[in-house]
């Protein structure tokens, strides 16, 4: 039996962000909804209207009310943010990821600290120290017109410590204005953009249940390596909407340490990482960034 689903997300929850969307994502059932909200996911429960929204669904299923509009909502109602301009509240779009976003690629230039279409030719590197809370590499990509970026994400990244046979490597994307200032919505949790995080030495991924922008792991053994040695990562970031305007930036950011702009009260994480992170990118060693860019009509 494929049981109907209704589906609500918000890119902002720091906890339940990506298994919501990885839950829809991954649903069988042809009849699945997914609504998703620019607020708190405590207040939007509470919003008279979601859950009128929500009764008529329950209505359609459970008591058979057949003629109550529900079969006319859009599969998916989708939100993306601006942070310097109004939100677009509830797109009706058919499927989530969207089938129509093209995948670009950008690459991380060390020497400018940008993120650039063409691969570097020349091989570079820069560490962060890993262990002090503050360690941190940045690359960014100025637009130089409108631009929508929805859906999962990935980086691959090529690095290495000198301390260690293991790291913790923790990644986010903000939003920033022309002048470089971070855009910050302001839900309850401050977010600035999505992030994701892989432990090294877990770092396999099954190709068969992986995509372009979500790399499966099974997180089935662990690949322990040397000081110095480079692997490569292969790192999904949590799903997003976000609206970029010419002159604002994206800006991904690299780190040892977990990045979020909140934490869950006392919350503390068990850190494998001792000495620098070095990242390694140009000539042999590919780092790239990939996006789920949206066309503009």
Known sequence: VLCPAYVVASYSSQVHCNGTFEGFRRISSPEKWLRIHNTQEWGDQQDPENRADLLKFFDYYMKDRRDNGWADTPRVRLTVLDMSHPDILYRPEEEFPLARQQIKKFYLDIPTGALTEAKPAAESTVSYVSDDHAGRAAFRYRFQEEAEI??????HLCMSTDKAIDMDVFVRINKLDAQGNRLLANYTNVYSGPNGRLRASLRRVDPEKSGPLTPYHPYDRRDYFKPFEVVELDIGIWPTGLRFHPGEQLEVEISGFE????????????TVNR?????????????YLLLPFIPQE
Do not use: P, R, Y
């Not at 070095?278 to 060693?285: E, R, Y």
């Open 150 to 155: 929805t859906g999962f994400s990935k980086i």
């Open 259 to 270: 990045i979020m702009t909140a934490h869950m009260g006392d919350m503390k994480l068990e």
């Open 275 to 287: 000495g620098e992170h070095t990242i390694h990118s140009g000539g042999a060693w590919e780092c």
